[in-house]
């Protein structure tokens, strides 16, 4: 009996065992991840680190000493290019590994690996877009070229030099909890990081839903709810700019877009609000006499940051700024001798074209008058627990063909992606944008931003700047396809030759401005010029909203400060708003309200137009001209299985406006005939009825910063790991456009002069580590609207209190 008892315990022992070492779906191995020695618990880090440490690591060429401030922010000083590139990268992986590691296999289609089968369908996604196809071509155009070759080998030196020295308990949390390794980093992966951001910014697509919309209204409607140039504009490149070029010969439309643009049309979504600003102001706009120049890039905000702050400094550059975990250079920021931001243009870089295969082995396409050979390109995917998933992708010579039928398109999501066509897209082609980040990290003046930016190919980017000799300017700026004018606004024939692209702009004659007479240049996503500008960039925006603003408040300003641009980074007036409310509430008939609505009606009527955190008039109106938009256009552009593209705020402004007796106000639904007053009425009824359904009569419970959902997420969505709500102020057509998690991920400002002084902040910290101190230290200070003066040394040994530990690297 002894015996039995003592099976049954030793059985139950090994079960529990093996069990607490097993991973059960996406649960970590529970004996593992609890491991004192391996376990989650070696992740807590200490706010206090080793003031001095030295480390003796293979590869490197010389000595690299690194000083850490308050933040823990890195101040890498090297002796060689070489070992500064090396050092960035170690660094970076010793704070962000595990994002670099998850961002890259997200890019390439590789999530499978570790997550399993729920993943499957992005990973397709990924592949079948081209996304190991275009960075495979970016890196054989930065290996051609013996700076940038260097740049990336001497980096990626430095993150396996990093991963190499790992052992499982030291693994970032992440990896425990997911229950794999990190692996070596390739060259590669810094191509995928270049390629995550084409898509996140330059890899939306309205032809489908605009192709829909054609086929179901015809060309005079469309034409007439998607203009080519918007109502109200404030374009980047100031109204009335000379062209000083004599410009290429415009491509002739083909002869299927014609046919398109008519009434006997027989042709077979990109998301609104990515948004960043920029500026700089002239010195005679400043208090110093010196241009200040301000940035803040709108991306998707997480835990870890999306940058990574960092100064790096050799014999031959030293500058300050953040990077991207993964790549080397400073993206954003300055040196002793200029400074430059970033916002996106929305160049019309990717076209889908139809494509017409012989048979249904879909072995050949027409084009050209003649069947040409498809290329198959055999995807290989890895499934967590399962076989590799084999997917072979068709391609033409226009790129791939993302779903050649309904059987490869995944029955939920991609609705703007329409089957049977073929993706030319920019991020396909070989290019060396890294070159330009390294030539304006050297940069000395206007001259050299001008030849760094001939490097840039995409995404697209609205380049401003400004130098200590007292230049600013501006650029929209990339690689942008020669095209004749709305070539790419609907699906295009794939078999016309005249529908290809006919070549590139040349880069001097990329749209730019130097020191205008009114004293600043800027941009807010709008429009890049006005229609004199002889190339077609694109045929839409983003509204003109923040970019008025921005020009109204900087064409007011004088003797302007740092302090300056920083509270106008946080202003949240609604130009819209300004626009559209004293219309609507004159549709407003008080004597057919009930009590809540009068109430309502009151506080809307004396709103400031301001979306401050604790106004209750920003949520009536927010939601009043959402539900007015939506009651507009829903019923005629929300087609269940069909995708379609709704007009603009721009076109709606108009309508109610200018058209306040249009037809497509009238509710086709009801005996009556509809008009704007009509409309207007039925939205604010509504949406104080669902105001006091949710949140009882006006009051606080109606304040926007109760209403609007504000969050910072963990880049996997691990609970506990982000901020969870909080308020704020903001909304996506302000200047501060925070809205859910989207908003300013850096914010900068740089002071010009003979001594350069730099300002920023980015909502978390460096560390990328849920147990450190500096995993969310900056977090409040840009919450509150507030900047860290940026710390930027001279040289290693110059002093600071606020420097407070040392690394010193050396070669082994």
């Not at 991973?23 to 529970?30: D, L, N, R, S």
Request: charged share 25%; aromatic share 12%; with cysteine.
């Amino acid at each position: 009996m002894k015996f039995i008892k003592a099976f049954i315990s030793i059985a139950i022992t090994a079960i529990l065992i093996w069990a607490l070492n097993t991973k059960f779906g996406a649960t970590p191995p529970i004996g593992t991840f609890l491991n004192p020695s391996t376990g989650f618990w070696q992740n807590a880090e200490s706010k206090h680190s080793a003031v001095t440490e030295n480390l003796e690591l293979p590869g490197l060429l010389g000595k690299v000493i690194i000083r850490y401030d308050e933040h823990r922010i890195p101040h890498i000083f090297a002796e060689n290019d070489h070992d500064l590139y090396y050092a960035q990268g170690y660094i970076t992986a010793h704070d962000r590994l595990w994002e670099m590691d998850i961002q890259t296999r997200s890019a390439s289609g590789r999530l499978s690996e570790i997550i399993g089968p729920k993943a499957l369908e992005i990973d397709r996604y990924h592949r079948r877009m081209g996304m190991v196809y275009g960075a495979e071509n970016t890196l054989r155009g930065i290996m051609k070229n013996p700076v940038a070759k260097m740049m990336v080998t001497a980096y990626t030196e430095g993150v396996n030099s990093y991963v190499h020295s790992l052992v499982p308990k030291d693994y970032p949390i992440e990896f425990k909890l997911l229950d794999y390794a990190p692996e070596d980093w390739k060259p590669i992966n810094c191509a995928f990081l270049l390629k995550l951001m084409s898509e996140t910014l330059a890899g939306g697509s309205d032809q489908f839903g605009m192709t829909n919309d054609l086929k179901r209204y015809g060309a005079k409607e469309v034409n007439d709810l998607f203009p080519d140039y918007p109502y109200f504009e404030d374009p980047i490149i100031p109204v009335g700019t000379k062209w000083d070029f004599k410009p290429l010969p415009t491509p002739k439309p083909s002869a299927s877009f014609l046919a398109e643009m008519t009434e006997n049309i027989k042709p077979k979504e990109i998301m609104e609000g990515i948004g960043s600003n920029n500026w700089a102001i002239s010195g005679s706009k400043s208090a110093t006499g010196y241009p200040i120049l301000a940035n803040d890039p709108h991306l998707n905000l997480t835990f870890p940051s999306i940058w990574y702050q960092v100064q790096l400094s050799s014999p031959t550059v030293n500058v300050n700024g953040v990077s991207l975990p993964g790549a080397p250079c400073i993206v954003i920021g300055y040196n002793q001798n200029i400074s430059w931001g970033v916002t996106n243009v929305d160049a019309d870089v990717l076209d889908w074209y139809q494509v017409k295969f012989k048979d249904k082995t879909k072995n050949e396409y027409w084009y050209n008058n003649q069947w040409n050979k498809v290329k198959k390109r055999v995807e290989v995917i890895g499934v967590r627990g399962r076989k590799p998933v084999i997917d072979t992708v068709l391609y033409t010579h226009h790129g791939p063909v993302v779903y050649e039928d309904e059987t490869k398109k995944p029955k939920n999501g991609r609705e703007n992606i329409p089957v049977g066509v073929a993706l030319r897209w920019i991020a396909h082609d070989e290019s060396d944008d890294l070159m330009c980040f390294y030539l304006l990290n050297r940069g000395k003046n206007y001259t050299d931003y001008r030849k760094a930016l001939t490097y840039y190919t995409a995404p697209a980017q609205n380049f401003v700047f400004a130098s200590s000799d007292k230049d600013i300017a501006i650029t929209p700026n990339g690689k942008f396809p020669l095209k004749f004018k709305d070539q790419g606004k609907f699906i295009l024939d794939g078999s016309d030759t005249a529908n290809d692209w006919h070549g590139w702009i040349p880069a001097d004659e990329n749209p730019t401005v130097k020191n205008p007479p009114r004293g600043f240049v800027s941009s807010a996503n709008q429009s890049s010029t006005d229609p004199t500008y002889p190339y077609y960039i694109n045929w839409r925006f983003e509204q003109y909203y923040r970019g008025k603003r921005i020009n109204d408040k900087l064409g007011a300003m004088q003797n302007a400060t740092v302090d300056s641009m920083r509270v106008m980074q946080m202003d949240n007036y609604s130009i819209l708003a300004q626009d559209v409310l004293p219309t609507m509430l004159k549709y407003l008939d008080p004597s057919k309200m009930d009590n809540d609505q009068l109430k309502a009606f009151d506080i809307v009527k004396k709103w400031d137009k301001h979306y401050a955190a604790n106004s209750i008039g920003a949520s009536i109106f927010n939601r009043w001209w959402g539900k007015f938009y939506d009651t507009l256009w829903y019923a005629n552009f929300h087609i269940q299985g069909i995708s379609m593209k709704s007009p603009s705020y721009d076109r709606t402004e108009k309508l109610l406006l200018t058209e306040p007796n249009s037809k497509w106000f009238d509710d086709i639904d009801t005996p009556v005939k509809e008009n704007a007053a009509d409309i207007v009425n039925r939205a604010f009824n509504s949406t104080i009825d669902v105001m006091v359904q949710k949140h009882g009569e006006p009051g606080e419970k109606w304040q926007w910063g109760h209403i609007k959902e504000t969050f910072i997420d963990h880049l996997a969505n691990l609970q506990g790991f982000g901020t969870g709500d909080f308020s704020a102020g903001g909304t996506g057509g302000v200047i501060d456009a925070l809205r859910n998690n989207n908003g300013p991920s850096w914010r900068m400002v740089v002071q010009m002069g003979p001594t350069v002084k730099g300002y920023g902040v980015f909502p978390g910290g460096e560390s990328g580590n849920p147990g450190s101190f500096y995993y969310r230290d900056m977090f409040q200070t840009w919450k509150d609207g507030k900047l860290n003066e940026l710390l930027f040394l001279k040289s290693a040994d110059e002093s600071s209190d606020r420097i407070k530990s040392t690394l010193t690297l050396s070669g082994k």
